[in-house]
């Protein structure tokens, strides 16, 4: 039996059922585990990952996950970001003005949060390239002749 130790992603998912009450942890594992248990903590990976999977079903997360990150990876596309290389979407979104986390990090209200960023970006322009600034200069000389008289 593998064990697992962290159980915040149950507790997540459990905030999010509709009617949550105190007994309904016991009776999500007793139901899991075909009445074997009611502690998480006896619980099989299998038994405890099946158990999330259809509790994030229930409550509509990941569905709600995937449509926010399609909106910001299609903005992100938009302002020139490769999002087929995923260091370069993580590389962008760890940067402290846009997310501070990888883009797999991300939960629905920061995807929310960071697609009203790029949309804000999109409307001033876009990304700013970054580099030296070469500015360039124009030398006027004159043409003159041998008898210092300008050539027209």
Not at 7 to 24: E, Q, R, W
Not at 76 to 102: C, E, S, Y
């Amino acid at each position: 039996m593998g064990e697992i130790k962290n159980f915040a992603k149950f507790y997540a998912l459990l905030k999010n059922i509709p009617d949550a009450n105190a007994d309904m942890k016991e009776q999500l594992v007793s139901q899991y585990t075909n009445g074997r248990t009611e502690s998480l903590r006896e619980m099989s990976k299998r038994e405890y990952y099946k158990m999330c999977a259809d509790m994030e079903a229930v409550t509509g997360i990941n569905a709600e996950r995937k449509k926010e990150r399609s909106i910001v990876l299609h903005l992100m596309q938009n302002l020139g970001i490769n999002t087929a290389d995923w260091p370069t979407v993580d590389n962008f979104t760890m940067h402290p003005r846009i997310a501070g986390k990888p883009f797999r990090r991300l939960s629905p209200d920061e995807l929310r949060q960071l697609e009203r960023k790029l949309r804000k970006i999109e409307r001033k322009g876009g990304l700013k390239a970054k580099g030296p600034m070469i500015k360039t200069k124009v030398l006027y000389v004159p043409l003159t002749d041998s008898k210092n008289e300008h050539i027209n």
